[in-house]
DNA sequence: TTAGGGTTAG
């Protein structure tokens, strides 16, 4: 409708010098405009303006306002809109609710939602419609609520709302992005099969990305089939999946083919194309790849964004390439877009790999600076970065200053603190710290045992090794393969050699195998005859045998 | 003659 917001503002104020005053369906028409073009600020400033020189305004004005305050995260603005229609006496009703539903939810404030959702069904104002239960559903699939989602969905039909294929396809991508694809699945069935509704492409993208992460790669197949059949053609976003999820699998020959498709059959790749790319190049640390791909994104007139920046930080900070990781951490600031919390981490992350401690220090502080909060990903990278750096102290001192908050609660951040104290020979300040976790009422898991377990077998404790070994399985967690692996080690540098028969038939028993590093150091006592040579039998049956399943389909 | 809901990348 408009070239630009400029041209939308002339035309209003043109609006408003018109004798007699266009109709109130006419400024509903520009408010939208406004709104589509997402200039929301714009679209509830407009609306002050109609107020101020007294323009008539409808519940049509109204709810496009409160949907405008609502995208901008303002959702208490949109009631305050509400309030002032119902002064001019204008009424609200279903898709006005609707739309201050969905901003709470934006907002996260689910229980909100539910109040208002509940107070309006007991009113018997109206009968919410699809659109009002969708909404909801979606908010308590935001939540992971699904078990509920689906008895609103069970709901709704008994009071003979009809769900479409959007209500079931927000419960069957809810359900896809907790890996309860089987649900998804069932969830499909009824709706095709028995409720007759058919699936759209939103739908096939929902199954198809569930199915990736679980690399289902047949059943991707038979979807992608499945659409042909239908005459569902497939869309940016279907690709997209693929080719992240091949990338994802380290296939990015393949993830190019299907990019080659995509020109093909004339679907415009986007940033979120390349981003994927840049991924997978970055993932096999083919990094002149990805800069490679990074540089194209604006010549095919595509503006790349904070993740796409950030995928690329990552690459090159995994690949430890710190200076081209600030070079391009320096861009993007720029070029003006913010760093987040994602990418801070990034970055916090390579200073600390490369051993860069003091900037890491530096740029956390800088990160709260500019008020982005570090989050649980954050400290336990930064604890993480100071232990493997040597500087233990600073890490735990660092964990009291955080105060008995969630992260102060939380297991990984143990385990860490743990590992990072025993290997730096504080033994007695990690043992602590292990007993401190079941004190805060936290679940010892597997991984904090098998670091406590290897802390004991490095300061030669195998006795008190072994006690905790023999308590996995009655705390309710048993011992992984990992655990055996990293005790049998410790007991063989330990000269512990009459447990090893032991434990070895406790992998084999439990299923699991020995890893390189342990066959190789039970070969060397063997060797050395320190080990009886009749265990070799054994042992080979431990050995892992290789086995993949690679995604392969026609798109 | 105008308003509300579901899918992809760090």
Redesign the pocket.
């Known amino acids: 409708m408009f070239e630009n917001i400029d041209d939308a503002l002339k035309l209003f104020d043109e609006m408003t010098q018109r004798q007699p005053l266009p109709s109130?369906?006419k400024f509903?028409?520009l408010l939208?405009a406004v709104?589509k073009m997402k200039h929301y600020s714009c679209s509830v400033e407009i609306f002050k303006q109609m107020n101020v020189i007294r323009i008539p305004v409808?519940?049509?004005t109204i709810?496009?306002v409160i949907?405008s305050c609502c995208q901008m995260y303002h959702t208490r603005e949109g009631f305050a809109a509400l309030g002032n229609g119902l002064k001019h006496a204008v009424l609200p009703?279903?898709?006005?609710f609707?739309?201050l539903l969905?901003g709470l939810i934006l907002e996260d404030k689910i229980i909100k939602a539910e109040r208002l959702f509940k107070k309006l069904i007991k009113k018997e104002l109206f009968e919410p419609?699809?659109?009002?239960y969708?909404?909801m559903i979606?908010g308590l699939c935001k939540f992971g609520i699904n078990d509920t989602a689906i008895a609103l969905l069970k709901l709704m039909d008994e009071r003979g709302c009809k769900p479409?294929?959007?209500?079931y396809?927000?419960i069957i991508?809810s359900l896809c992005?907790v890996k309860m694809v089987d649900d998804a699945l069932k969830l499909f069935k009824e709706m095709v099969f028995h409720k007759y509704i058919q699936p759209?492409?939103?739908?096939y993208?929902?199954l198809i990305?569930g199915l990736c992460n679980l690399c289902r790669w047949d059943e991707v197949s038979k979807m992608l089939q499945e659409m042909k059949e239908e005459k569902i053609s497939p869309?940016?976003?279907?690709y997209?999946?693929l080719v992240?999820a091949l990338c994802?699998e380290g296939m990015v020959e393949d993830a190019n083919g299907v990019i080659k498709l995509m020109i093909q059959r004339g679907i415009d790749l986007?940033?979120?194309?390349y981003?994927?790319l840049i991924?997978g190049y970055c993932l096999r640390g083919e990094m002149s790849k990805a800069r490679e791909v990074f540089d194209s994104v604006e010549i095919h007139g595509v503006v790349p964004?904070?993740?796409?920046?950030?995928?690329l930080l990552?690459g090159y900070c995994k690949n430890l390439k710190i200076e081209d990781a600030m070079h391009f951490f320096h861009e993007m600031i720029k070029k003006d877009m913010k760093?987040?919390v994602?990418?801070y981490t990034?970055m916090l992350q390579g200073l600390f790999r490369v051993g860069h401690c003091k900037d890491a220090y530096d740029l956390f502080n800088e990160m709260r600076a500019h008020n982005e909060i570090p989050d649980g990903c954050t400290y336990t990278i930064v604890l993480e970065g100071l232990c493997n750096n040597n500087q233990v102290e600073e890490a735990l001192s660092l964990f009291h200053l955080m105060g008995d908050n969630k992260l102060n609660l939380d297991i990984v951040v143990y385990t860490i603190l743990i590992d990072g104290a025993s290997k730096s020979g504080k033994i007695d300040i990690a043992r602590i710290l292990f007993n401190e976790v079941s004190v805060k009422g936290l679940q010892l898991d597997v991984w904090t045992y098998n670091v406590m377990i290897s802390g004991f077998c490095r300061e030669g404790l195998v006795g008190e090794a072994k006690k905790l070994f023999y308590t996995m399985e009655t705390n309710g967690c048993p011992p992984d393969s990992v655990t055996c692996n990293a005790f049998l080690q410790g007991i063989l540098k330990n000269q512990q050699h009459d447990f090893v028969e032991m434990l070895l038939k406790e992998v084999e028993g439990r299923g699991f195998t020995l890893d390189a590093t342990t066959v190789s150091l039970l070969l060397d006592h063997i060797k050395a005859r320190s080990l009886d040579a009749s265990l070799l039998k054994l042992i080979g049956k431990l050995v892992p045998k290789e086995g993949v399943d690679a995604p392969c389909f026609t798109v």
Do not use: G, L, R
Not at 93 to 96: E, F, G, I, R
Not at 129 to 132: A, E, F, H, L
């Open positions: 109130v369906v509903n028409q939208q709104t409808d519940v049509y709810t496009i949907n009703n279903v898709w006005t609707s739309t969905n419609d699809t659109i009002m969708n909404t979606k479409d294929v959007v209500t396809t927000t991508d992005k759209n492409v939103v739908t993208n929902s990305h869309c940016v976003e279907t997209n999946i992240d994802k986007d940033i979120v194309t981003t994927s991924d964004n904070i993740i796409t920046y950030s995928s990552n760093p987040d994602i990418t990034t």
